[in-house]
């Protein structure tokens, strides 16, 4: 079982910023690929940003600019996110994907709620 330490999320005025971290037990590189996803109140969860084991990162085209995914020689992940709009309120989960006998499992930290006043 993974287990992670989120933390960075709260409230913070349009324009502003906040940067999230996630630690899991075992590095990116122990991973396929680790990043965030966010989940609007009925909806289901959605990709935010990733980076691989090899430091490729993807974006949603709804942050690309805004939002940089980040590693600590693989320690820790970060998600920098800037210029939040109301729209980017939801709970930001952390996400590792792990290659295991023959397709991936996807692992979830607990959320962390981010809100973005107007």
């Known amino acids: 079982q993974v287990q992670f330490v989120e933390s960075g999320g709260g409230l913070v005025q349009a324009g502003g910023s906040l940067r999230l971290s996630c630690a899991a037990s075992?590095?990116?590189?122990?991973?396929?690929?680790m990043g965030w996803y966010r989940q609007f109140p009925g909806k289901q969860r959605e990709l935010v940003a990733t980076?691989?084991?090899?430091?490729?990162t993807l974006y949603a085209d709804s942050v690309k600019g805004r939002f940089t995914v980040s590693t600590d020689n693989g320690k820790s992940v970060y998600l920098q996110m800037n210029s939040l709009k109301p729209e980017d309120t939801a709970v930001y989960y952390c996400?590792?994907?792990?290659?295991?006998?023959?397709?991936?499992?996807?692992?979830w930290g607990q959320g962390t709620q981010v809100t973005v006043s107007s």
């Open positions: 996400n590792a994907k792990q290659w295991r006998s023959g397709r991936y499992y996807d692992h």
């Open positions: 980076i691989t084991s090899t430091l490729d």
């Open positions: 075992g590095s990116l590189f122990s991973f396929s690929a």
